[in-house]
T-cell receptor, first 111, second 115 residues
Framework: KQEVTQIPAALSVPEGENLVLNCSFT??????LQWFRQDPGKGLTSLLL???SQREQTSGRLNASLDKSSGRSTLYIAASQPGDSATYLC??????????WGAGTKLIIKP | NAGVTQTPKFQVLKTGQSMTLQCAQD?????MSWYRQDPGMGLRLIHY???????DQGEVPNGYNVSRSTTEDFPLRLLSAAPSQTSVYFC??????????????FGQGTRLTVV
């Protein structure tokens, strides 16, 4: 069965730290992997999309990596800020019609 | 550029009532889908469509109907609302057939409470 796991479920770090969020998935034959951000009571904001043929993508202070052979992706956030506090969701495509989602990591950045 | 538009944003229903959640996209995407999000769980696929006139069931289809008469619109119907359908619903679209590894775009969600 194709599954996506995000550990830890919650993470609290002081402002300014660099941090890594983890996403693991079964079955390496993915199409792509997307990282999303969700603020409380709000919608989904797409952060980064990594295609199956790519190893990493960068946007500002965010860097996402993909290692299909080990079934892992990481989202690196540099110089964290209180405004980065949100839930981060990892979603994997093994087809064009469905995303399989992790349950998310709730990130709290302490001022 | 509106992207994916969902209405309403919030809704309260009584058990047994019916309603339709609306979803429209203006990107000419072939693939559209509905997900529900429940606390502590990843989003789960309810129904999806690969083009006008073509729909199929996802992981949790019971209690929901869909139709796709146009490329732009993909409404989700709750036939007889139950408290277990209290959730946040997201509509998504992406380019479809013949194009692999495309990005999915999401609406802002509909928060539904069934009492």
């Amino acid at each position: 069965k194709q599954e996506v796991t995000q550990i830890p479920a919650a993470l609290s770090v002081p402002e300014g730290e660099n941090l890594v969020l983890n996403c693991s998935f079964t079955d390496s034959a993915i199409y792509n992997l997307q990282w999303f951000r969700q603020d409380p009571g709000k919608g989904l904001t797409s952060l980064l999309l990594i295609q199956s043929s790519q190893r990493e993508q960068t946007s500002g202070r965010l860097n996402a990596s993909l290692d299909k052979s080990s079934g892992r992706s990481t989202l690196y956030i540099a110089a964290s800020q209180p405004g980065d506090s949100a839930t981060y969701l990892c979603a994997v495509s093994w087809s064009n019609y469905q995303l399989i989602w992790g349950a998310g990591t709730k990130l709290i950045i302490k001022p | 550029n509106a992207g994916v538009t969902q209405t309403p944003k919030f809704q309260v229903l009584k058990t047994g009532q019916s309603m339709t959640l609306q979803c429209a996209q203006d990107m000419n995407h072939e693939y559209m889908s509905w997900y529900r999000q429940d606390p502590g769980m990843g989003l789960r696929l309810i129904h999806y469509s690969v083009g006008a006139g073509i729909t199929d069931q996802g992981e949790v289809p019971n209690g929901y109907n869909v139709s796709r008469s146009t490329t732009e619109d993909f409404p989700l119907r709750l036939l007889s609302a139950a408290p277990s359908q209290t959730s946040v619903y997201f509509c998504a679209s992406r380019p479809g057939t013949g194009v692999y590894g495309t990005e999915a775009f999401f609406g802002q969600g509909t928060r539904l409470t069934v009492v």
